[in-house]
């Protein structure tokens, strides 16, 4: 009688286990899953709650509901050793190489970032896209601090309305055309020829779709890195539709990613570097306001912390609270703690 009782009682707790699904914020979610592929979005400006500019108003079709569908959010300490409150430059660095000790000069580029690391050991190819950059804060200063390797493994787009000019002429620049449907160069640096005087003529989205259609749909292990200027410029400049119009072309390329992307192997990141709150008004009057022209909206000191947001393979690891450098080694870090150039990215 016993050893019955003690074999269905053996047999509800092995149901009950193999029926069981894991969880993160009442979302699924599969742990411990190896990324191939790796989108990550660095959005300079960004805090969570600029995310009303889509939900609470009705500018875009668009409302955040695909933001909604990461499955953690984290939450990053905005200093270093030698600056509280780094700016967006320094915060993007200190995300892509881990490091700490990032000042803001050629000295930065001796460490190895996240693409090279995995290009050299294993066989990823590297887009990276810059928007609205300038020689102030693009990743093509490597170059002329005759750091070239910095940029190893990884081909660039620069969408810059100021061009940047690259002292090493012997770099071969190309020119960049989200109509175009040839295959890019590997290990190359192109100019979207749409940005002239103050502005580009094409869109965002439309870079990041055709690169996505020419290269990334093709590709087996690949990592996307957007480093995004354009969106803390308008927040800076009072320009919040067109802040919200950058979050709105970003939902519709996470939307189509998401739904055509297994989360078992792809992992999509944001983050945010040098984050500025905003005062959003109370309802009514002043509210009407911000619907009709963005006007109520105060803009506020830059935060000590900024958001990490994290859907897919690996996601579980961007919950918390932690240094916006952490987000590096989080990407490769799994529950046996391997370390760097162990067998991660198999």
């Known amino acids: 009688?016993?050893?019955?009782?003690?074999?269905?009682?053996?047999?509800?707790?092995?149901?009950?286990?193999?029926?069981?699904?894991?969880?993160?914020?009442?979302?699924?979610?599969?742990?411990?899953?190896?990324?191939?592929?790796?989108?990550?979005?660095?959005?300079?400006?960004?805090?969570?709650?600029?995310?009303?500019?889509?939900?609470?108003?009705r500018w875009y079709s668009k409302t955040g509901k695909t933001f909604e569908k990461f499955v953690c959010v984290g939450d990053t300490w905005s200093y270093n050793l030698y600056d509280l409150r780094p700016n967006e430059k320094k915060s993007f660095l200190a995300q892509e190489v881990g490091k700490s000790n990032i000042k803001g000069q050629c000295s930065d580029y001796n460490e190895s970032p996240l693409w090279k690391i995995l290009g050299s050991e294993k066989d990823f190819q590297s887009y990276i896209v810059e928007n609205y950059a300038d020689k102030s804060n693009t990743v093509l200063e490597a170059i002329d601090c005759q750091k070239k390797d910095f940029l190893d493994f990884t081909t660039v787009i620069s969408r810059s309305p100021n061009k940047i000019d690259i002292k090493?002429?012997?770099?071969?620049?190309?020119?960049?055309?989200?109509?175009?449907?040839?295959?890019?160069?590997?290990?190359?640096?192109?100019?979207?020829?749409?940005?002239?005087?103050?502005?580009?003529?094409?869109?965002?989205?439309?870079?990041?779709?055709?690169?996505?259609?020419?290269?990334?749909?093709?590709?087996?292990?690949?990592?996307?890195?957007?480093?995004?200027?354009?969106?803390?410029?308008?927040?800076?400049?009072?320009?919040?539709?067109?802040?919200?119009?950058?979050?709105?072309?970003?939902?519709e390329f996470l939307d189509y990613l998401m739904s055509t992307q297994s989360p078992s192997d792809t992992l999509v990141l944001i983050s945010?570097?040098?984050?500025?709150?905003?005062?959003?008004?109370?309802?009514?009057?002043?509210?009407?306001?911000?619907?009709?022209?963005?006007?109520?909206?105060?803009?506020?000191?830059?935060?000590?912390?900024?958001?990490?947001?994290?859907?897919?393979?690996?996601?579980e690891n961007f919950c918390g609270i932690y240094q916006e450098y952490e987000i590096f080694e989080r990407i490769f870090f799994n529950k046996q703690k391997l370390k760097l150039g162990l067998k991660i990215f198999e």
Request: charged letters at 25%; aromatic letters at 10%.
């Open 168 to 251: 090493d002429k012997s770099v071969m620049v190309g020119d960049f055309h989200f109509g175009d449907k040839s295959v890019l160069k590997k290990d190359s640096i192109y100019v979207d020829k749409s940005c002239k005087g103050k502005k580009c003529f094409s869109t965002l989205l439309q870079t990041l779709t055709s690169l996505y259609s020419r290269e990334l749909e093709h590709t087996t292990k690949y990592v996307l890195t957007l480093r995004d200027f354009e969106y803390y410029q308008n927040i800076k400049e009072g320009n919040f539709k067109e802040a919200a119009n950058i979050l709105a072309q970003l939902e």
């Open 272 to 315: 945010g570097a040098h984050g500025h709150p905003l005062e959003f008004p109370h309802e009514g009057k002043d509210w009407k306001l911000v619907e009709n022209n963005g006007k109520k909206i105060l803009f506020k000191k830059s935060s000590l912390s900024t958001p990490v947001l994290s859907w897919g393979a690996r996601a």
């Open 1 to 57: 009688m016993k050893n019955l009782l003690s074999k269905k009682i053996l047999l509800f707790f092995v149901l009950v286990s193999c029926s069981h699904v894991s969880l993160i914020g009442l979302k699924e979610h599969s742990f411990t899953q190896q990324p191939r592929k790796i989108v990550w979005l660095q959005i300079a400006g960004f805090e969570l709650e600029h995310l009303a500019l889509l939900k609470m108003t």
